[in-house]
Structure formats: C-alpha cells, structure tokens
C-alpha cells in the first residue's frame, strides 16, 4: 500500500519585520567596500544574492542563489544550527545551491556572499537572518477524506504535512518519534511525526481497530472490535502480546497512566491493568457511579500521569476514578460525551479535564473537584475529539474544522480540516515514565 504524502515549504525567513513567503527571495540591494558595514536588505528579486525557501519534501533547505553575471563565493554560518555546505561558490557552472540546516526548530544564520575582483576589492555582501523551522505541533486523522495531517501551530494553523491513507481514520496516537494511525480498512501504520513519512505498517492480520495509547517505552497499545487488547513494538511495528481476557466487549478507549493502563468499552465498563510480558496479568473493573449510575458505552477515557483517570459516557456522564477505581467526583453534560482529555496531573497543584460532547459543547471540568464550565464551540454540528496540552486545548468538529481553545474556553483559531477530524493529538511532554 502507497501513503501519498505532501508536505509544504516549512522554512520561513523573517526580514524586516515580516515573514516572507516561498515565492520570495530575500536578498541585497545595495553592496559595500570590505570597511563598509551599512548593507541594506530588502526583499527584492533582483537582487545580487537570494535566499529561497524551498518547497519540496525538505522543511530543512534553503536556496542559495545568484541574479547576476558575478561569481559570488559564498560562506554560511551559524551558532544554532548544523549548516551544510558551509562554503560554495554560485557562478555559470552553479546558479543555485541548497543549504540544509539541522539541529534546531528556530535560529539565526549569518551569510556572506564576496564577488571577487582582480581590478579592485572584493565587494562583500553580509546577511543576517532569523529562520524558523515548522515543526506539527497537533494531529488529526479524518474520516471521510481518509488523512492524516501534521499541523503547526506556531503562528495559526498551517499544515506542515499531508498524508492520503485510503481508509477512513478511526484512531490516532502520538509519542516522542512517531505518530500512530488506524483506519477502517483494518491498517495500523506508524508516521514519523515531524516528516509524515511512513516509518512502518502492520503486515499481519488485526482485528477492526477502535483505539490507540502510546507509552514512552516504545510500546503502542491497540483496543479492537474483537474485545481484544494488543501491544505493538512500536519500533518496528511487532506484536508483542494480543490478548482477549479483560473484557466481554469491545474496547472503545485506551489511555496510558504513569503505572497501568485503562481501557473504556462498549458495555461502559472502565478497565484498569497491568500488562507483562506474554499478555495482560492484573485487571480490576468499574460500571457504574457511587450513586448506582450504570455507565453506558464509555468511548471516552484519559489518565494521567499518577494514574488519576477520567471517563466519559453515552448518557453525559463525566467523572474522575483515582487509580483504585475509587470515584473522586462525578458530573453530566446531558448528552453523549464523544471525547475527553486532561492537561496535567492534579498532584501538580492544577489540572483541567475536557469534555466534548455531540451537541458542539467543550466542557471544562477542574480535576481536583469537577466544577465545570461550558463554551459552545460549533453552534449547528457535533464535536468529535479533543486533545490538550499544558497550554492549549484542540477540538475537532463535525463541520470540517479544527478548532484551538485557550485556558478561558476562548477560541484562538479555526482551522479548516476537511473530512471530519475524527481524532486528534498534540505533542505533549510528560516527567517519565510516560509522554
């Protein structure tokens, strides 16, 4: 099978207070003797040196290039990033050379540019430059157009990559390297998430794929159709144990905590286990709320890192289970709760849990006790997935878009994403032993 995958120009050149744009080249418009130091810079394409940003499959390249009859030696320097070629010459037999940086996301490179001359001094062009690398900082997998894109979000949304999968996405999940995709066409893949570049796919045969939970360990854990859980190498994509013992129905959610992990079903049971080498060794059970609240299909489930957990159900209820299974506290937001996510550990001192539910609503939930607040985010469609790191919150929605939230519930941006952002993820650093 063939990802096709596209991604844009992903290197910006700050000048003049302004970001240009790929079509643009940046370069001198005036030269100086070797005492002079005043050179100034515009963005004119007629100008003796340019630097381009290139768009192909790199995020990492500038383009050197000449506008004149001169041979131009040049030199390119840099305290942040690895730069190479460091030195090269543009002239008749080279009109153009592509410069890759490495290392960093942002930094500054100084370039000089000297047109040698026999008769008089050499003149000298000098070039200091700002440059920033885009990098996905949130995911979202679709469903009817069967995508999977990497999204900056360093100054609005932009897409950094595209990737055609075929299939209808069910699930997506995201580690330190590399980001992990179901679909409806029964496929698993990993992504390397800065690239979108296939870093593997499942070869054998899988069960239908309802979630996905990635630790920091290389491990990638699969909840399926079939009532089964399964581990995934997530190096290289081998299974290292599938096993059907914890539930009598499907799995629908799965989330990693610091030490166990929690999988939702269909049923609306919320699972708690342990997991060794050969398989799934310790499990205990929750259906139902202190007051006798049966739980109902519970697709939604998120844990932190001290193994806090909290679950979302078909009949709007929302509530916080400690790692025993114990109930802290419980709420309703009167409608099917389509997705759930939490943006730290309340043992920090601070944490908030969002709900998103089918009726366009974000529910802020604090950790410690439940209180709530609630933003309507899309007034006519449903919300499908949410994702939070310590900063920012992102939404998918029923109507095409991708929408970011702040801390006050207020929305950023929004982001067209077409063909329903049925999951979503963001980069998100935890202290060990989880990401």
């Not at 207070?17 to 001198?28: C, D, R, Y």
């Not at 045969?205 to 190498?233: H, K, M, Q, T």
């Not at 114990?326 to 920090?348: L, R, Y």
Request: hydrophobic share 35%.
């Amino acid at each position: 099978m063939n990802d096709r995958t596209t991604r844009r120009a992903a290197v910006g050149l700050m000048g003049a207070g302004a970001a240009l744009v790929v079509t643009e080249t940046l370069g001198v418009t005036q030269l100086s003797a070797p005492r002079s130091t005043d050179v100034a810079v515009a963005d004119d394409p007629d100008a003796l040196l340019g630097i381009e940003n290139l768009d192909d499959d790199s995020s990492d390249e500038l383009r050197f290039v000449r506008n004149g009859d001169d041979s131009i030696d040049v030199a390119v320097e840099s305290s942040d990033f690895d730069v190479d070629p460091e030195r090269f010459t543009l002239d008749d037999d080279n009109e153009a050379e592509t410069v890759t940086l490495d290392g960093n996301d942002s930094g500054e490179i100084d370039a000089t540019g000297e047109i040698p001359n026999a008769d008089a001094p050499a003149k000298t062009i000098e070039l200091t430059r700002t440059v920033s690398v885009l990098t996905a900082d949130v995911y979202a997998g679709t469903d009817t157009e069967s995508e999977a894109r990497g999204i900056s979000d360093s100054d609005g949304a932009e897409d950094v990559w595209r990737v055609d999968l075929a299939y209808a996405v069910t699930d997506v999940a995201v580690d330190p390297e590399r980001l992990y995709v179901s679909d409806d066409g029964v496929n698993l893949r990993a992504l390397d998430r800065t690239s979108g570049d296939r870093a593997w796919i499942f070869d054998d045969e899988l069960p239908p794929i309802n979630a996905l939970a990635a630790d920091s360990d290389d491990g990638l854990y699969l909840g399926n159709d079939d009532d089964s859980v399964w581990r995934i190498d997530a190096s290289d994509g081998t299974t290292e144990w599938a096993d059907d013992s914890l539930s009598d129905s499907p799995i629908t959610g799965l989330s990693v905590g610091g030490s166990k992990t929690y999988a939702s079903t269909e049923g609306g049971e919320l699972y708690r286990f342990e997991d060794g080498d050969d398989g799934i060794e310790t499990s205990a059970s929750v259906s139902q709320l202190d007051d006798g609240t049966a739980l109902v299909r519970t697709d939604a489930v998120a844990a932190d890192e001290n193994d806090e957990v909290y679950v979302g159900d078909h009949d709007g209820n929302v509530a916080r289970f400690d790692g025993d299974l114990e109930q802290v506290w419980s709420a309703t937001v009167g409608t099917i709760v389509t997705g759930i996510a939490v943006d730290g550990a309340v043992a920090d001192g601070s944490a908030n849990v969002y709900a998103v539910d089918d009726a366009g609503e974000l529910h802020e939930f604090d950790a410690v006790d439940g209180t709530v607040e609630t933003a309507e985010i899309a007034e006519t469609t449903a919300l499908l997935s949410v994702t939070a790191t310590d900063d920012a919150v992102y939404v998918g929605g029923d109507g095409d878009e991708l929408h970011k939230v702040d801390d006050d519930l207020a929305t950023e941006w929004t982001f067209s994403v077409a063909g329903r952002p049925e999951a979503v993820a963001a980069n998100r650093e935890y202290a060990a032993p989880f990401f």
